[in-house]
Structures are given as structure tokens and as C-alpha cells.
């Protein structure tokens, strides 16, 4: 194909690798993927970011979302190690619109389009950091091969393929500081991998299983203003006075304690090669536990026995520790089993053409979550759970299947000049969403299992989502010096099954065009300027549609079924300047997004996802990778975002025009550096930093390091590797090196510490 530079460049990205030309070319001639012949046009119509698990040493790695923790215009937050809530938000979304992103595994989803904000948050524990060759991030809904999901963009995560025996077994432990508030502490955990892979004639296999044990910060800092009367309250000692994120005046008594979190992830791989033919297969097993169940109450009287459910006078003023609700000092516990299944068929078609088939399929085995309805130390607690019961939630009947089918050629009609690439989509999602009262008393006293007593008195609520797409995309190399790509996606959305309690909700179905257009100039090899342009719709998930979640005391999620799509307009121009071994790259961007999709809060504490009529974002990236800068051994990666997200729609509270659209930094920076210091030693220092915003659609959150803060950050974090054999390499790291204190609502991690060693025997 005669395409533009950029295709030459992102195809050859590789480069970054410590090997040589030889030596990658012979790797690319062994390994060929026809997979990736396929839509190759999504990676030229959209700006791209891609790094090596070699960059990668540079940093650590204890879950797989670290691996794109210093990528352009991205954030993800992982608030601790085994985080399940690590949601990611890329340019004009946020990270609580977990809907606009989407996240693959060797094309398999780890996104989680049921749900939206926190427990829409990728299930990135399905895949081992062991197993990353490398990870590629694409921009925006530019390319039609993408849903209106990808309005934010795309995370592939792809996987190495055997290609000889090897055994790897990988261990570290990482320990964290934690000093706010009323708790100084120090949380620890571990995590080991061990995998087996061969290349048996034309049969590849691999194997692994990796176990995740690490008990996180507390979550929770539990605050309360003064409320009124003194009769009943009680002298107090032990709390911190402060201030909540609106800079309201109060006091914390407690915080949530630490949470305990476990997995045990078991995967397997198969791949079969035949003349012009590629099979493979996967299977993904996760048995995940968390546990919160060592909250830390600050106040004691003064005979120094613990304080719950009082009103407490402190220096004449009086705090209410229940005030909207008693269940403020809860215990929870989870537990979810899942599986990821996928399975694939890549065919060369005569000597022009190339076809990729895959299916993949994610369920919910089982998914418990269990809250007391109170502390079982608290006097009340018997009677609070009679009266106010606690709650279980349970998932039943959940999960996907998606399947895609796609063909290519880059010499349509013999012209060499022309490529075409069409494809067809089909997926299925079903949510059923059970919360029930529940009598906790013997499952949190006597046992680990959940063995109450569960009641009635909360509505359960879920449905079903299906869309089916097909779609286009046309490239035509006009010149030596000019490039076309256009696209077309056709989608059909239907929305069913959908109950309220006891209340179906009717049959829904909405269709829609996504156009896509691309022009590129490449004055020479090293230079091009490319203009994109895209239209894409984002159609409501599950939860938006039917899940309802009463909270209690008044606090509740509403759900609407009758939620339009997101209809966005997106714009990018992009410069690249190829330089020796690296390029500089700026990127120009403009996205008006209508019926945006959020969570508002009204002023009773109910929230519900009535459409922000519309939001626009306009934002600059500049991008600078180099590998042997100054003709040392140092290798750079550094980018800066600058993103304006403003509301400039809003029927249902116009007060919200003009605000800036929540949890949308204004500015991102971050820069990784490799340093080979001898053929045995390197190092790498990294620095993470985002400016601060909000939470709240009113802007009204301004206050700084507080529990429910949006807070601007400054993480470096170190490493260094030591390889001591062939097979054994050591490392050694610190994240938060400055142990900076910053909210993003919750505490982001103090300083941590990381030891790891890792053995590698290949033949």
C-alpha cells in the first residue's frame, strides 16, 4: 500500500525495542498476525499512542491498567493495588464515563458496557501483566471500525504468542504509607505469576496463574457537620477537625479501614497455524474476594471506650455521627467469580485479500456483595439491623457475547492505489441487578459466608441491550503526497426486557449513520499533517436505561428508560515530525457531544441520568518519544494535554452553563525515562501530573486535600532492574516518591514500595 507516512511509522513504533533492525524484522518475519492486516486504516484516521512491554521495565507494574498510566491525554484510577473500581478516562471523557472507552485483550472486551461510572470500570484483573507484548491506545471514534464507545478512545492490549518453550514465574511485594486523618499505617500485599508457553509444530500454548493478595488504604473518610441541641451528646475525643470538599466546616470520626482485596486469575491460550489459516482460542477464570471490615472509629469518651451512634460535644459544639444514616460505620464483603471466553479465525483470501472472525463471551459466574446495616460493635447494631436491615446485592444472569467479523485488502479492484475494509458487528449484554434487605448478624459475627437471612424491600431491576453494525472503511492514495480515508458505520439498537420492580418498561429501538473522513499530506517521509473528522453515537447501557438503587435516608440512583444516544461531532488535526529514532507529534482537538449522559444530584440527595444537553471540549497535545537522546542511553516519552470541557447546555439546571465539566483536569503531563546504565543495570523515573477539577456538575466542590476532592497531583515514582543472569532479573521501585496527600474524591495511594523478581528460562 502506497499510504502516507504516519501508516510507516505506527507500524514501525517496534523500534523503540533494545534490539536491532535485523533482529526485529527476522521477529516480524516469524511471527505474522493476520489478524492485524485487518482495518488498518483505524490506526491511520486516528492519533495513537503505543508502548512495549521493554518501555514498560521503566516503571512498576503490579496490574495492567499501570501500563497506561503515562499515556497522552489519559487518566485511570486505580486507587490502590486490586483495585476493581479502576476506571479510565480518556481527552473529553471522564473517567466516571466508563461507557466512552473501550478496552480489548487480543481483541476480547475488558470493557464493562453494563454499568457506568465506578462499577462500569474495565475487569482489567483478567489479564496478567506477565502476559503484555505490548499496548496500543487509539483516539476518538475516528475510525468506523469502533462504536460511538470508542469516543474516547481505545485500549488494545495485546498479548505475546508463544513461539518457544518458555517458563516465567514472576513475585513481588509492595508495601504503602498511610498518614491522614486520624490513621497512620503502613498496607501491604503480594502478587506471583507463573506461566508456561510452547510452540509445538504449528500448535502455540500457554498457560498461567496469578495470584493478587494486598490490603488497600481506607477508602472512606467518614465527616460530619454540627448539627443542633446538646441533650444526649457526649464529651469526645479523637477526631480531626476540617473541612469537606464544598469547605464546609465539621469534623472526621472515622474512616472505612483498610480494604482487603484477592485474586486468583487461571488462564489458558491456544493458537493453530495452517496454510493461509489462524485458530485461536482463550479461556479467563477470576475468583475475586474483598473484604472491609476494620473501620476505624477516631472518637472515644472520656473513659477512652469507643464512641457509635451519638451525638458528641466537642468544645461546645455538637456532631451528629449518624447524621444521613446510621450504616455510616458498615462492614461489606464481595464475592465474584467470572469467566472471559473468545475464539478466533483469521484467513488469507486468494493473494489480495485477508478475513478476521471472532466471538467472545464474558459471564458473571457469581457476584455477592454483602453491607451490615451497621458496626457490629455498636450498641444499636442488633436493633439497627431489625429495623433498618442491611443490604445484599447480588448479579444473576449477566454478562455478553459479541461477535465481529471483518475482511481487507489493500489492492481493491488490482488497484494498489485503492484498500477497503468491511466488517459486521453483533453484540448482546444482559444485566440483572437483585438488592434485597438482609439480616447480617450471623453471616458478619459467626462466619466468612454469607448466611443471613435475605427479605424483601428493595426493587430489583436489569435488561438487555443488543446492537447489530455494519461498516466501511475506503482508502485512496491520490499522490505520493495526498491520502483519503472514508468510513461508514450503520448501527440498529434495541433495548428489552427492561423492569423497574415490578414494572416493565416497553420495547426500544433506535438506528443511526456514523460518517468518518480523513485527509492526510505527507510532504516527505518525515513529515505529515492529517485532518480528521467523525460523527458517532453512543446509545445508553443497561444501568442508565432500568437500574434503579435506593441508598436509603433518602439518597437514591434513578434510571430513565427513555435516554436518547450521545450524538457527538469530533474533530482532530495532527502534525507528526519524525526525528532520529522518535517523533514529535501535536495534536489539535474539537468534540461537541448533545444529550451527554451523566449522573446529576438534586438537592435531596437523589440522582438520576437526566442528558446534560451539551458539552464541548477543545484540547492541545504535544508528544515527544525518542529512543538514545543526545546519542545516549537514554530513552524519553513525555506529552502534555491542555483540555478545556465546558457545559454550554443544560435544560435541566441552566445554572450548570459555562461550568466546567466535572473530573475533567485542565491540564496532563507525564514523562518516563530509561536510563541503560550497564548491560546488567538500568533505571527509569517517571512523574505523573494533573491539575486539579471538579466533581460536581455546579463547580461547587473548591476545596483542596479533602476526602471528596478532585485534587491536582504530582506522583515520581523510580525503578531500578538489576539483571543478575540470563534467567533472573531484580527490581526494585517507589511510587509517590514524595508521599504527596491529593483526593481524587477518595485518597490516591501514599508512597509505596515495590520489590519484584522475576525468572525467565527460554530454549
Same mark, same amino acid.
Given at each position: 500500500?502506497?499510504?502516507?507516512?504516519?501508516?510507516?511509522?505506527?507500524?514501525?513504533?517496534?523500534?523503540?525495542?533494545?534490539?536491532?533492525?535485523?533482529?526485529?524484522?527476522?521477529?516480524?518475519?516469524?511471527?505474522?498476525?493476520?489478524?492485524?492486516?485487518?482495518?488498518?486504516?483505524?490506526?491511520?484516521?486516528?492519533?495513537?499512542?503505543?508502548?512495549?512491554?521493554?518501555?514498560?521495565?521503566?516503571?512498576?507494574?503490579?496490574?495492567?491498567?499501570?501500563?497506561?498510566?503515562?499515556?497522552?491525554?489519559?487518566?485511570?484510577?486505580?486507587?490502590?493495588?486490586?483495585?476493581?473500581?479502576?476506571?479510565?478516562?480518556?481527552?473529553?471523557?471522564?473517567?466516571?464515563?466508563?461507557?466512552?472507552?473501550?478496552?480489548?485483550?487480543?481483541?476480547?472486551?475488558?470493557?464493562?458496557?453494563?454499568?457506568?461510572?465506578?462499577?462500569?470500570?474495565?475487569?482489567?484483573?483478567?489479564?496478567?501483566?506477565?502476559?503484555?507484548?505490548?499496548?496500543?491506545?487509539?483516539?476518538?471514534?475516528?475510525?468506523?471500525?469502533?462504536?460511538?464507545?470508542?469516543?474516547?478512545?481505545?485500549?488494545?492490549?495485546?498479548?505475546?504468542?508463544?513461539?518457544?518453550?518458555?517458563?516465567?514465574?514472576?513475585?513481588?511485594?509492595?508495601?504503602?504509607?498511610?498518614?491522614?486523618?486520624?490513621?497512620?499505617?503502613?498496607?501491604?500485599?503480594?502478587?506471583?505469576?507463573?506461566?508456561?508457553?510452547?510452540?509445538?509444530?504449528?500448535?502455540?500454548?500457554?498457560?498461567?496463574?496469578?495470584?493478587?493478595?494486598?490490603?488497600?488504604?481506607?477508602?472512606?473518610?467518614?465527616?460530619?457537620?454540627?448539627?443542633?441541641?446538646?441533650?444526649?451528646?457526649?464529651?469526645?475525643?479523637?477526631?480531626?477537625?476540617?473541612?469537606?470538599?464544598?469547605?464546609?466546616?465539621?469534623?472526621?470520626?472515622?474512616?472505612?479501614?483498610?480494604?482487603?482485596?484477592?485474586?486468583?486469575?487461571?488462564?489458558?491460550?491456544?493458537?493453530?497455524?495452517?496454510?493461509?489459516?489462524?485458530?485461536?482460542?482463550?479461556?479467563?477464570?477470576?475468583?475475586?474476594?474483598?473484604?472491609?471490615?476494620?473501620?476505624?472509629?477516631?472518637?472515644?469518651?472520656?473513659?477512652?471506650?469507643?464512641?457509635?451512634?451519638?451525638?458528641?460535644?466537642?468544645?461546645?459544639?455538637?456532631?451528629?455521627?449518624?447524621?444521613?444514616?446510621?450504616?455510616?460505620?458498615?462492614?461489606?464483603?464481595?464475592?465474584?467469580?467470572?469467566?472471559?471466553?473468545?475464539?478466533?479465525?483469521?484467513?488469507?483470501?486468494?493473494?489480495?485479500?485477508?478475513?478476521?472472525?471472532?466471538?467472545?463471551?464474558?459471564?458473571?459466574?457469581?457476584?455477592?456483595?454483602?453491607?451490615?446495616?451497621?458496626?457490629?460493635?455498636?450498641?444499636?447494631?442488633?436493633?439497627?439491623?431489625?429495623?433498618?436491615?442491611?443490604?445484599?446485592?447480588?448479579?444473576?444472569?449477566?454478562?455478553?457475547?459479541?461477535?465481529?467479523?471483518?475482511?481487507?485488502?489493500?489492492?481493491?479492484?488490482?488497484?494498489?492505489?485503492?484498500?477497503?475494509?468491511?466488517?459486521?458487528?453483533?453484540?448482546?449484554?444482559?444485566?440483572?441487578?437483585?438488592?434485597?434487605?438482609?439480616?447480617?448478624?450471623?453471616?458478619?459475627?459467626?462466619?466468612?459466608?454469607?448466611?443471613?437471612?435475605?427479605?424483601?424491600?428493595?426493587?430489583?431491576?436489569?435488561?438487555?441491550?443488543?446492537?447489530?453494525?455494519?461498516?466501511?472503511?475506503?482508502?485512496?492514495?491520490?499522490?505520493?503526497?495526498?491520502?483519503?480515508?472514508?468510513?461508514?458505520?450503520?448501527?440498529?439498537?434495541?433495548?428489552?426486557?427492561?423492569?423497574?420492580?415490578?414494572?416493565?418498561?416497553?420495547?426500544?429501538?433506535?438506528?443511526?449513520?456514523?460518517?468518518?473522513?480523513?485527509?492526510?499530506?505527507?510532504?516527505?517521509?518525515?513529515?505529515?499533517?492529517?485532518?480528521?473528522?467523525?460523527?458517532?453515537?453512543?446509545?445508553?447501557?443497561?444501568?442508565?436505561?432500568?437500574?434503579?438503587?435506593?441508598?436509603?435516608?433518602?439518597?437514591?440512583?434513578?434510571?430513565?428508560?427513555?435516554?436518547?444516544?450521545?450524538? $457527538?461531532?469530533?474533530? /482532530?488535526?495532527?502534525?507528526?515530525? #519524525?526525528?532520529?529514532?522518535?517523533?514529535?507529534?501535536? @495534536? !489539535? +482537538?474539537? %468534540?461537541?457531544?448533545?444529550?451527554?449522559?451523566?449522573?446529576?444530584?438534586?438537592?435531596?440527595?437523589?440522582?438520576?441520568?437526566?442528558?446534560?444537553?451539551?458539552?464541548?471540549?477543545?484540547?492541545?497535545?504535544?508528544?515527544?518519544?525518542?529512543?538514545?537522546?543526545?546519542?545516549?542511553?537514554?530513552?524519553?516519552?513525555?506529552?502534555?494535554?491542555?483540555?478545556?470541557?465546558?457545559?454550554?447546555?443544560?435544560?435541566?439546571?441552566?445554572?450548570?452553563?459555562?461550568?466546567?465539566?466535572?473530573?475533567?483536569?485542565?491540564?496532563?503531563?507525564?514523562?518516563?525515562?530509561?536510563?541503560?546504565?550497564?548491560?546488567?543495570?538500568?533505571?527509569?523515573?517517571?512523574?505523573?501530573?494533573?491539575?486539579?477539577?471538579?466533581?460536581?456538575?455546579?463547580?461547587?466542590?473548591?476545596?483542596?486535600?479533602?476526602?471528596?476532592?478532585?485534587?491536582?497531583?504530582?506522583?515520581? $515514582?523510580?525503578?531500578? /532492574?538489576?539483571?543478575?543472569?540470563? #534467567?533472573?532479573?531484580?527490581?526494585?521501585?517507589?511510587? @509517590? !516518591? +514524595?508521599? %504527596?496527600?491529593?483526593?481524587?474524591?477518595?485518597?490516591?495511594?501514599?508512597?509505596?514500595?515495590?520489590?519484584?523478581?522475576?525468572?525467565?528460562?527460554?530454549?
Amino acid at each position: 500500500m502506497s499510504g502516507p507516512m504516519f501508516a510507516r511509522f505506527f507500524q514501525s513504533v517496534p523500534v523503540f525495542l533494545a534490539v536491532s533492525g535485523a533482529t526485529l524484522a527476522s521477529a516480524l518475519e516469524e511471527v505474522t498476525v493476520i489478524a492485524d492486516q485487518v482495518f488498518k486504516d483505524t490506526s491511520l484516521v486516528s492519533p495513537t499512542s503505543s508502548i512495549t512491554a521493554q518501555q514498560l521495565e521503566a516503571i512498576s507494574i503490579t496490574t495492567v491498567e499501570d501500563a497506561l498510566a503515562h499515556e497522552p491525554s489519559l487518566i485511570v484510577r486505580k486507587r490502590f493495588i486490586g483495585d476493581p473500581n479502576s476506571v479510565i478516562g480518556m481527552r473529553g471523557s471522564n473517567m466516571f464515563q466508563t461507557t466512552r472507552s473501550m478496552v480489548f485483550v487480543d481483541g476480547m472486551p475488558l470493557h464493562y458496557h453494563l454499568q457506568t461510572r465506578y462499577r462500569g470500570a474495565p475487569r482489567w484483573s483478567l489479564v496478567s501483566p506477565g502476559e503484555i507484548d505490548n499496548v496500543e491506545v487509539i483516539y476518538g471514534a475516528f475510525s468506523a471500525e469502533y462504536s460511538g464507545n470508542a469516543m474516547g478512545g481505545v485500549v488494545n492490549v495485546n498479548t505475546r504468542r508463544p513461539s518457544s518453550e518458555r517458563v516465567t514465574f514472576e513475585t513481588g511485594y509492595f508495601a504503602q504509607e498511610y498518614q491522614q486523618q486520624g490513621t497512620d499505617e503502613t498496607f501491604g500485599g503480594y502478587r506471583t505469576y507463573a506461566a508456561y508457553e510452547n510452540k509445538i509444530g504449528n500448535l502455540g500454548l500457554f498457560a498461567s496463574y496469578t495470584k493478587m493478595d494486598n490490603e488497600g488504604q481506607p477508602q472512606t473518610q467518614l465527616f460530619t457537620q454540627s448539627g443542633s441541641g446538646t441533650a444526649g451528646a457526649v464529651a469526645a475525643s479523637g477526631f480531626v477537625q476540617g473541612i469537606n470538599e464544598a469547605s464546609e466546616d465539621g469534623i472526621y470520626f472515622a474512616d472505612s479501614g483498610p480494604e482487603s482485596s484477592k485474586t486468583d486469575l487461571f488462564k489458558a491460550k491456544l493458537f493453530y497455524d495452517l496454510d493461509g489459516v489462524q485458530l485461536r482460542g482463550s479461556v479467563a477464570y477470576e475468583e475475586r474476594t474483598r473484604v472491609e471490615d476494620q473501620q476505624n472509629n477516631f472518637l472515644h469518651d472520656s473513659a477512652g471506650d469507643p464512641i457509635f451512634d451519638r451525638r458528641v460535644d466537642v468544645n461546645g459544639e455538637v456532631y451528629d455521627t449518624y447524621a444521613f444514616g446510621r450504616s455510616r460505620l458498615q462492614q461489606r464483603s464481595q464475592e465474584r467469580n467470572s469467566l472471559l471466553l473468545g475464539a478466533g479465525i483469521s484467513a488469507e483470501l486468494g493473494t489480495d485479500w485477508v478475513s478476521d472472525a471472532f466471538y467472545s463471551y464474558f459471564k458473571i459466574l457469581d457476584d455477592v456483595e454483602v453491607r451490615s446495616g451497621n458496626h457490629p460493635l455498636a450498641a444499636t447494631f442488633a436493633d439497627d439491623n431489625a429495623r433498618y436491615r442491611a443490604r445484599i446485592t447480588e448479579y444473576d444472569n449477566t454478562g455478553w457475547q459479541i461477535f465481529d467479523v471483518k475482511l481487507a485488502t489493500e489492492s481493491w479492484l488490482g488497484n494498489d492505489s485503492q484498500r477497503l475494509s468491511v466488517g459486521a458487528h453483533y453484540d448482546d449484554y444482559k444485566l440483572n441487578y437483585i438488592v434485597d434487605d438482609y439480616n447480617s448478624i450471623a453471616g458478619l459475627r459467626d462466619s466468612d459466608e454469607v448466611d443471613g437471612d435475605p427479605a424483601t424491600g428493595r426493587a430489583d431491576s436489569g435488561g438487555r441491550a443488543s446492537t447489530a453494525a455494519l461498516f466501511v472503511h475506503y482508502g485512496y492514495a491520490l499522490s505520493e503526497q495526498w491520502d483519503l480515508s472514508l468510513g461508514l458505520r450503520y448501527e440498529d439498537w434495541q433495548a428489552q426486557d427492561g423492569f423497574i420492580g415490578a414494572t416493565q418498561t416497553p420495547e426500544r429501538s433506535e438506528t443511526g449513520f456514523s460518517p468518518k473522513f480523513s485527509l492526510a499530506w505527507e510532504s516527505n517521509d518525515s513529515f505529515e499533517v492529517r485532518y480528521s473528522l467523525a460523527k458517532a453515537l453512543r446509545f445508553p447501557v443497561i444501568e442508565e436505561l432500568y437500574v434503579n438503587d435506593n441508598k436509603g435516608a433518602g439518597a437514591a440512583i434513578i434510571s430513565d428508560p427513555s435516554l436518547e444516544p450521545e450524538d $457527538g461531532i469530533f474533530h /482532530n488535526l495532527s502534525v507528526l515530525q #519524525a526525528i532520529d529514532d522518535g517523533s514529535l507529534r501535536i @495534536n !489539535l +482537538f474539537y %468534540e461537541v457531544i448533545d444529550d451527554v449522559i451523566f449522573n446529576q444530584r438534586a438537592t435531596n440527595g437523589t440522582s438520576t441520568f437526566l442528558p446534560v444537553g451539551e458539552v464541548t471540549t477543545s484540547g492541545a497535545e504535544f508528544i515527544w518519544e525518542q529512543r538514545g537522546v543526545f546519542a545516549t542511553p537514554l530513552d524519553v516519552r513525555f506529552n502534555l494535554t491542555h483540555i478545556d470541557a465546558e457545559i454550554t447546555d443544560n435544560v435541566f439546571n441552566p445554572t450548570f452553563e459555562g461550568r466546567q465539566f466535572p473530573r475533567s483536569p485542565e491540564w496532563r503531563s507525564n514523562l518516563m525515562l530509561s536510563y541503560k546504565l550497564s548491560p546488567q543495570w538500568d533505571m527509569g523515573a517517571s512523574i505523573r501530573y494533573a491539575s486539579d477539577s471538579f466533581g460536581e456538575l455546579d463547580n461547587s466542590d473548591t476545596a483542596e486535600n479533602v476526602f471528596g476532592a478532585q485534587d491536582s497531583f504530582l506522583f515520581v $515514582g523510580t525503578k531500578l /532492574n538489576w539483571q543478575l543472569s540470563k #534467567a533472573l532479573r531484580l527490581s526494585v521501585g517507589i511510587d @509517590n !516518591l +514524595f508521599d %504527596e496527600e491529593a483526593y481524587v474524591f477518595h485518597p490516591w495511594p501514599g508512597r509505596t514500595y515495590h520489590v519484584q523478581a522475576k525468572y525467565q528460562l527460554a530454549k
